[in-house]
C-alpha cells in the first residue's frame, strides 16, 4: 500500500485536458509545497515533469501544469498529446519514517 | 549533459550482500544530494535512500533501515548502495537519482536489475 493515493487509471482524447489526483496527508502533501510529478514510459526511467507543487524544470511543456489544496496535489495535462500516455506518479516530502513518499501511480491513456 | 550510470546488479541470494554503483558525469557530483529509488517490474516506485551533497547525513526508508547503507565518493563521482541481509523482498531495479530540492529527482540513471532469489 502506498503512502499517497492515486488513481489507477485515467484517460482523455487528444485534445482533451485530464487532471490526476494525489492524496495524502497533514504528515506529507498538506505539509509541505515539495510535491513532484514523474512521467514514466514503459521500460524506461521516470522523468521529473513538475516539482515543488508547480514548477516545470526545463523542457517540459507548459501542458502540464500541479497545484495543490489541503492534502491533495493534482497534475493537469491540457491538450492532450498521443506522446503523453505513460504511467504517472506523485511524491512528497515528508515528516516521518520515510523521507519521501510516493503515490501507486496513475496509467494515463491517450483514446 | 548529465548522466547517471547504475552498475553491480545481478542475481543473489537471501541473506547475502550486493553493492550497486552510480556513476555521475556532465555535473559538480559533490554540490547535489543523491537518492537511490526502487522499482519491482510492473510496479510503483519506492524510495530508498538519500545522501546529502556534503555526505554528512543520510536518511534511509524503513523497509531498509540497518541493512542498507548509502554512501559517495566525490573523487569518483560515484554514488554507492551497500545492500546486505538482501531479502526476496527487496528484488526490483534500483535507480539513482539527483537531487533538484527537498524529495524531487531531477535526473535519473536506466536502472539496474536486483533479483534475490536462492
Known amino acids: 500500500q502506498s503512502a499517497l493515493t492515486q488513481p489507477p487509471s485515467a484517460s482523455g482524447s487528444p485534445g482533451q485536458s485530464v487532471t490526476i489526483s494525489c492524496t495524502g496527508t497533514s504528515s506529507d502533501v498538506g505539509d509541505y509545497n515539495y510535491v513532484s510529478w514523474y512521467q514514466q514510459h514503459p521500460g524506461k526511467a521516470p522523468k521529473l515533469m513538475i516539482y515543488e507543487v508547480t514548477k516545470r524544470p526545463s523542457g517540459v511543456p507548459d501542458r502540464f501544469s500541479g497545484s495543490k489544496s489541503a492534502n491533495t496535489a493534482s497534475l493537469t495535462v491540457s491538450g492532450l498529446q498521443a506522446e503523453d500516455e505513460a504511467d504517472y506518479y506523485c511524491s512528497s516530502y515528508a515528516v516521518g519514517n520515510n523521507l519521501v513518499v510516493f503515490g501507486g501511480g496513475t496509467k494515463l491513456t491517450v483514446l | 549533459q548529465v548522466q547517471l550510470v547504475e552498475s553491480g546488479g545481478g542475481v543473489v541470494q537471501p541473506g547475502r550482500s550486493l553493492r550497486l554503483s552510480c556513476a555521475g558525469s556532465?555535473?559538480?557530483?559533490?554540490?547535489?544530494?543523491m537518492y537511490w529509488v526502487r522499482q519491482v517490474p510492473g510496479k510503483g516506485l519506492e524510495w530508498v535512500a538519500l545522501?546529502?551533497?556534503?555526505?554528512?547525513?543520510?536518511n534511509y526508508a524503513e523497509s531498509v533501515k540497518g541493512r542498507f547503507t548509502i554512501s559517495k565518493d566525490d573523487s569518483k563521482n560515484t554514488l554507492y548502495l551497500q545492500m546486505d541481509s538482501l531479502r526476496a523482498e527487496d528484488t526490483a531495479v534500483y535507480y539513482c537519482?539527483?537531487?533538484?530540492?527537498?524529495?524531487?529527482?531531477?535526473?535519473w540513471g536506466q536502472g539496474t536489475l536486483v533479483t534475490v532469489s536462492s
Open positions: 537519482a539527483r537531487d533538484l530540492s527537498y524529495g524531487s529527482h531531477e535526473f
Open positions: 556532465g555535473f559538480t557530483f559533490r554540490n547535489y544530494g
Open positions: 545522501i546529502w551533497h556534503d555526505g554528512t547525513k543520510e
